[in-house]
């Protein structure tokens, strides 16, 4: 397969997340070129601030091959990783990072923080950046853009509740 088709799979994560109501971040793991971990954000589903799509592919693909190095793999992500996710994937020693969009906001790789480049760690990743960057961009504008809609309509039916006490 090509970046590209894995970063499919880790969209078909981040539509699960976005259905779920949350954050649609999605990533998959690959070894050997198989996918062995696939999830979605469920940071609000598992009442768990660390339950970041990244951070749980990790996880399973420890267990998974009984170790916690995971030299061998790629990690395909639709969103740039935060500063958590970043320092999970160079504890966790992974060779390859691929993003779809750049987070302007909270990304550790490219974006405000250089953490998988920083000269002073142990381990530096191989990163792509980009793939298929549209789409993985869309997916959360269009998440943000239904919440404030949902937002607002919320705030006008109290505000026509308290208008009819």
Known sequence: MTDEE?????????????????IPIGAVLVHE???????????EIDHDATAHA???????????????RLTGCTLYVT???????AGAIINSRIDRVVYGSSDYKGGAVESLFNVL????????????AGVLQEECS???????????RIRRGTQV???SALEMR
């Open 138 to 148: 869309q997916i959360m504008k269009d998440f943000f853009k239904e919440r404030r």
């Open 33 to 43: 070129g198989n996918i062995i971990s696939r999830h979605h954000n469920r940071r």
């Open 6 to 22: 894995y970063m499919r799979e880790a969209l078909v994560e981040a539509r699960k997340a976005y259905d779920m109501g949350e």
């Open 54 to 68: 990244e951070v749980l592919v990790i996880r399973e693909a420890n267990a998974l091959l009984e170790r916690w």
């Open 117 to 128: 480049s920083h000269p002073n760690l142990n381990h530096e990743p191989e990163v792509l």
């Open 79 to 85: 969103i740039e990783p935060c500063p958590m996710c």
């Open 157 to 159: 039916a109290e505000e």
